[in-house]
């Protein structure tokens, strides 16, 4: 079905190093290639200074359409470090002493993305809503100014992110089916693909949306929806079989998850 939308918000997310971390991954840190869709709505509301939390109603699916690529050309290799993290109980154990003599930090394997050779990380975000949308026009606005709210990051706090081509797209039409693909897409939209040139395919399960769950104790979330999307590594074209993709302005064809 065809989703209602007038706009597209176009930007390129770029910075030195990135962890999207896997949700499913608990001791070892291991990170998704590309930002989930989840990641980047928490971006948006980082940029509008909207409180963590608060905003998963507010770029709903039926809302807002969120598609991503590594942006061509653009090579981006893993390495794992071990980062050195304080005790959870730390400045207890600072205020009230550590008679049994705990370990006051506590070490995790962290998979970091950087780019192959030396030079930044860059991906290409879609942001498709209708212009009746205020929240997603406010956002136009705030990118148009470089008003970055809270901040700009790569998944995590110490990995700070810029934005670059920054432009609205109104000139696109829906395609039921279409021989080509430049973005990520998910599993129910792939139906084939030919394998031509240098192509490396990457399979993933992902969340898609997050819900606010409150406890006694306290506030978290969880995932409402995990799906398996594909893409391509290095931001090439795809070719095969694809459904409800989108081709924009008259040479870049994605699909939105």
């Not at 879609?126 to 205020?134: A, L, P, R, V």
């Not at 039409?173 to 080509?180: G, N």
């Not at 399960?205 to 999307?229: A, D, L, N, S, Y």
Request: hydrophobic fraction near 35%.
């Amino acid at each position: 079905m065809k989703p209602d939308i007038d706009r597209i918000i176009f930007f390129k997310l770029c910075g030195k190093f990135a962890h999207f971390r896997k949700f499913y991954t608990n001791s070892t840190s291991l990170s998704y290639l590309v930002p989930p869709r989840t990641v980047v709505i928490g971006l948006l509301a980082s940029i509008l200074k909207i409180p963590r939390d608060e905003y998963y109603e507010i770029f709903s699916e039926d809302r807002c359409k969120i598609s991503v690529s590594v942006s061509p050309g653009i090579e981006i290799r893993k390495q794992t470090q071990s980062m050195n993290y304080f005790h959870t109980k730390y400045f207890d154990l600072i205020a009230k002493g550590n008679p049994k003599g705990l370990a006051q930090h506590s070490q995790c394997k962290l998979e970091l993305l950087m780019a192959s050779e030396n030079g930044y990380i860059e991906y290409c975000i879609y942001i498709g809503y209708c212009s009746d949308n205020d929240t997603l026009l406010n956002l136009e606005q705030h990118l148009a100014e470089s008003d970055f709210g809270y901040g700009l990051y790569m998944g995590q706090r110490q990995f700070r992110g810029f934005i670059g081509d920054f432009r609205i797209i109104t000139d696109f039409k829906f395609l039921p089916e279409s021989e080509y693909l430049d973005s990520i897409c998910v599993e129910e939209n792939w139906t084939d693909f030919t394998t031509d040139g240098d192509i490396r395919i990457i399979s993933e399960q992902m969340p898609i949306h997050f819900k606010k769950v409150v406890g006694k104790k306290q506030t978290g979330r969880e995932p409402t929806m995990v799906k398996r999307v594909y893409f391509e590594s290095s931001g090439k074209r795809l070719k095969g079989a694809f459904k409800n993709c989108y081709l924009l302005e008259g040479d870049r064809y994605i699909s939105f998850y």
